[in-house]
Structure formats: structure tokens, C-alpha cells
């Protein structure tokens, strides 16, 4: 083994504490990538083959009514592939127990599979040639419900109860994320499902006849979409063309872009701050090293050692320190990641997820912390080439002291005791030293804060989403547009304490060319559900005329108080009006207007009805009354709102886990800072600590002395490190929110404790794994010479 090569091992053996820290904080980073850009792959990959693999539609239309002949004309425009017709509709269904829920009945061909949105089989077949009545259940909805071969679904149909028979367990592409609309704020099995019938069966049912209120598309490959579409859309326009959405905007489609989307911000955001941390403790390690070695360099060149040769030597230091680090990183990611994978799976239905490591991750992590850590080594070690051999052989001349600033507030520092004076000399003494300290605790304390202001953020939103926004027990939805008054019967039943009417009718608004699709909620001008809130958070109420805009959808629209956009309101015919925006109102999910319920009757032109009714009951009377409204024929669901925040709070898993292991890793990055600040502190200033020892001063007291050093620090990096972590959660809140879900920043006095804590804790802990650097210093040793 060469001799540089063995002085290299050994500077390792000797500074292993420092080497394993810094390793340990590219070990974090990597991880973290590998995991997150792992998980990112796989579900990336899977959906794509599954969109492929079982011919996802490009483009869907809604029209009003459209024949098998008006399909095959749209099957002869240029660049479909596929072209079909279908059924689709949203019905109430009868599940038992006092389940009352929507199911989404879609109609498919009687004998085989549709070319588009083929189904995946989990159990059981196709439809029963035999069986009318025959039908097949999505597998969320199914498992939930514990459905299976032999199992009935009823569905409530224009007051008549029908009963299917379950042949079949599904996935389908369409439906990896089965939300009901995006006014949902999660999917909830408990409370929507799918059901595939037979076209001969939904025909009769609901006497379409020979139509369809749905085209869907497949494009050739290759064919430029938006002439296509425009020309398509042209072509429905006799039959009623209702509204036309890209893939990328159906629903599911989109959920699952956006989680595509934050994960891999995430496989690049936090793992360059994880060595963005590990290359500034690499350069002022390996600047304290340099230094101490003056001599040691002056001699190898001396000897015949070139610059070039002895530069490479300190950069193999950094270089080690990259790969020990990053190959056990790159597999406990793949670790974490596989386990991710499997989380994503239970949350999307993907059939045909594909769990597979990536190899090239490999490469891509070693690369990434190589690159990191020899740039760091470089900008450290290039200090010796400006080395000269004779000057090298003297020490190197001490800095000359200065008073620092407090010093001339004789006041404040006369009072001081002597280890005080001491520790804040030196923080303002070594400035490049303690700057880089300050910031690396800053990104310490700012990650701290992003980990957990994430669950903060949840918890309110759910919280205002459920607990505040919403004050009914129940929301009672009708099979189809009701009477006013009939609405308020329900006020009759026992244990019920109030009822308001409402009315929900699906529009498009428009301002000018941007479009957003909504819900127009109609309630009542004096409400006791529904509490409505402005920007600033003050109560907003119900106008006499107008729409009140949610904040999400007059952003994307640019339109503010006072403006006129165009609406489409979609009832039994699409009516276009000009409606002034009343007011913006702050939502975080849902995204609905709302207006006088009856403003907005009249606005429809049938004069005031309702689709539903929001009531309040006594808590003792809740099973009575839900099995009277079950036996209402004209009551197609009953969502309770607890059981609305029930299903939500299960799809927290995953990010529990993400905060879980974003916790772990900054925990080490938090102790490898100190820790190596520790060291070096000691390292630096050991002839001091020597003196101190002469003079009489214990093990304790020396220790109190940079255990104070390190705490004032902490303590300096404390409020711009929070106010940099602020900043963060503003712009991760901005970067994650969409088009379904509004991130607001809520930063607990918890997290805010936490992370002050957490300083504390890294601050001791660094200490106890230095002791044995204050209780070895050996004076006689130490004092001897002034190098190490």
C-alpha cells in the first residue's frame, strides 16, 4: 500500500467520529432519493403500463343523448383509434346495515369487454349471459362491503329499488382514484362505488333506449390532440354536447399526476439539502485537517511530492466519504422504498403495480454525493497548493485577538462570569466556523419545521373542512330535484332537530378563454350548516344575488368581488348566464360556490326546489331516523360528516410514514452538525483546553464551557432558522397544493417546542459523544507543541 494511501487510513482511524458523522448525513440524503425517486418510478411506471395496457381513454365527452348510428360517425373522424358510447349514471344504492350510499352504475357491452377502459378481473367473470340483472363491482367498494360472486347490490332508481347480482370483482383504469367528484375530499369505499351492468339492462332501466350520455376516445398514436378534439366536439354538438374532459383532467388521472408530481419534487428537494449539509461539514473538517498539517505538506513537498499528487490525496478523503455513505444509502432506500410502493398500493388500485428496484439508482446516488462531497474536498484541499515547504516548517502565526463587540459594553461584560467570556469570544472569534454551524443548523431546524408542519396543515384543514365549515349531522341527497317544502318535511321526523333545503347543479364558469367546472351549492341566506369565511377569515354571508367564488377557483380565473363571469349551469338542459361574483370565500377542499338557494331556483328557471337537505339530530335518535330516511323512496344517500372525516384520516398513513422517516434523517443531520462542530471546537482549540486543565478547571466545567459555545449557537440559529423554515412551508405550500386541494400553512407551538427541543437534544447528545476528547487531552503532550 502506498504511503499516502496508509497516512490516509490512518487520519480516517483517527477522525472516525467526524468521518461516520458526515458520512452519515450523505447516507440520510441518498436514502431519502432513492426511496422517493424509487417510489416514484414504480408507481410512474405502473400506471403508464396499466393506462396502456388496458387502452385508458385520451378524451371522454358528456352529451345529452346520442345513438349507436351517431358512434359510428364519430368512430370516422381522423385519428381515433377507438371510439364508444355508454351509460353513466349516479344512483343510490341500499347496502344495508342503515348504509345508504352513491354508486355510479356504467353500462358495458353484454357480451365482451369495451375496446376502452378494459376491466381487470380480481375474482370471478364477466356478466351471467343468463342474468338480466347481472353486474360487477369495482374491488375497493367490494372489499369494503365484503361483496363478492352470489352478492346483491340494490340500487335505487327513480323510486324503484333494483336488485344486481354480483358476478365479477373489477379494477379499472378510469377509476385508480374513486372519488364520486372532485368536491370529495378523499375517496371513501364506505360512501361511493362503481357497478358495471349490462347496456341491454341500463337501457331498459332507465329508458335510454338506444342512447348514450357518454363518448369515450382512444387517439392513434402519434395524431395531434387538440384538432382532433375540436373537430370531435364539433361533431357532438348535435347530440347535445355537454362538456368534453382530457385525460389528464378526469379525475382519477389527475389525483394521481399530483402525487406523481410532489414525489418527485421530493426525490430532489430535500436529498440536495441533506448534501448540500454533508459537503459544508466536509469543508470545515476538512479545512481544520489542512491546517493541522501544515508541516506535514511542507515536508511532502519537500520530499518530491507534487501539488498535484497531495491534492488528490486530502480529495480521496471527501471521495471515501461520498461512497461510504451513499452505497448503504442507495439500499436502505430501495428498502424504504419498496415499503412506500406497498403503501401506494393500498391507497390506489393498480392491479398491475410493479415493485422493481432500480439498479441505476445506484449510479445515480454515488454520483450525486461524489459530485457534492469532491466539490466541497477540492474547495478545501486547494489550500495546498498555495503551501510553500520553508514557510510550512513554522508554525503557523497565531490570529491576532481582537475585543469583540460586547467586550466594549463594559457593563454587560464586566458582570459576565470567565466561561461565559470565554465561550462568546470564541463564537465571534472563529466567525467561518460558526457561520457555517449557524446555517447548517438552520437547514436543521427549517426541515424539522417542513416534516411537521405537513401534519399540522392536515389536521386543520380537516378540522376547518369538517368541524367548522360544516355544522350538519347529515346531508341527505334526493334521486332527483324535489320540492322545496318537501325538503323541509323532514323536519317532521322525531329527533330531528333542524333542516335546510339545498340545491346542487354542476357548472362551468368562465372568464373570458379559462374555465374552471364546479359545484353551485344554493342554501339558504340564514344558514346554521354551512359557516362561509372571506380571505381574512371573517364570516361571509349568502348574498340576495350573486355567487360567492371559491378563493382556489377566482385565482385560476383571475376574477375578484364585483366581476361578471359567464356560468353553464348543467340541469336538464345547459342554460348559460351572467352571474356577478358576491364575494370569495376560502376553501382548502372542495372547491364549491354558493348562492342564494332561492337565486339561484330562479336563475334555473324552475322556481325554488331542492336536490337535498343538510339536518341536525339528537344524538339518542340518529338509528331511528336513518332507517326512516332509508325508507324514503326518493332518498338516494345519507352522508354522515364524522363518518366523512373517519375516511379521510385512513389515507394519512402515508404521510405519516413520510414525516416518520423525514424525522429520522433530519435527526441526523441535526447531531452530525453539532457533533462535527463539537469536534472540531475541541480539536482547534485543544492547547486552550490544555491550560484550562493546568489551571485547575475539571472535566465538568471545560465541558460547560463548549456545551454553552454550542447552545449559543443553537440559540442564534433558532429565529432566522424558523423564519427560513416559514418561508419554506410557504413555498412547499404553493408547490403542493392543486386542483383539488388547497395547503394551508399552520405551524403548530408543537412543532415550534419540537424543534427547539430538538436543538437541545442534538447539543447534549454531540457532548456526550465527545467526551472522550476533553478527558484524553493530555497537557504535557498538548502543550509541547502547538500542532497536532
Known sequence: MKKLNRMLLREIMKSKGQFIAAAAVVFAGIAMFSASYMSYQNLKNSVEGYYEKYSFLDYYAKVQNISSAGISQVKDEKGLRYAIGRISIDVGADMGNDKRVTIRLISLPDEAQPSINKLVFKSGGYFNKNDQNSCLVNRKFADFYRLGKGSKVKAIINFKIYEFNVDGVVDSPEFIYAMKSSTEVSPSPERFGVVYIKESAAASILGMGNMYNEVHVVFKEGVEAEPVIDKLEDALKPYGFIAGMKRKDQLSCAMVDNELSELEKIAFMFPALFLTVAATIIYIMQRR?????????????????TNSRILLHYILYSLLIALVGAIPGVFTGIFIGTRLTRIYNQIFSIPVMEIKIYWNLLIIGVLLSVSFCLLAGYGSAKRVLSIEPAEAMRSEAPKIGKRILLEKVSFMWKRLHFGWKMSIRNIFRSRTRTLFTVAGMMATIMFFMVSLFSMDSIKYILHQSFFVFQKQDYKVMFSRPSSYYDALELQNLEGVRKVEPILEIPIDINNGWKKEDSIAVGIMKENSFCHLIDDTEAPAKVPESGLLVAHSIAEKLDIKTGDTVKVK?????????????????????????YMNIEELGRLTEEGIFATGALMSVKAGDKEAILKELFDMPGVETVDSRVDGYNDFT???DLMYTFVGFMIFFGTIMG?????????????????ELASLKVLGYTEREIESIIFRENMMVGIISLIPGMLFGRVMCNFLAQLFSNELFALEVIISPRTYSITCLSVFVFTVLALNANKNNVSGLD??????????
Do not use: P, W
Open 650 to 652: 385512513e389515507f394519512l
Open 671 to 687: 447531531f452530525s452538525i453539532i457533533f462535527n462542530t463539537t469536534v472540531i471546537n475541541i480539536m482547534e482549540r485543544r492547547r
Open 569 to 593: 349551469l348543467h340541469l336538464k338542459s345547459i342554460q348559460e348566464k351572467d352571474i356577478q361574483v358576491a364575494g370569495v370565500v376560502k376553501q382548502y377542499a372542495g372547491f364549491n360556490c
Open 289 to 305: 485537517i489542512i491546517s493541522n498539517q501544515r508541516t506535514l505538506i511542507g515536508v511532502m513537498k519537500a520530499i518530491g511530492y
Open 779 to 788: 497537557m504535557v503532550e498538548v502543550l509541547k507543541n502547538r500542532e497536532s
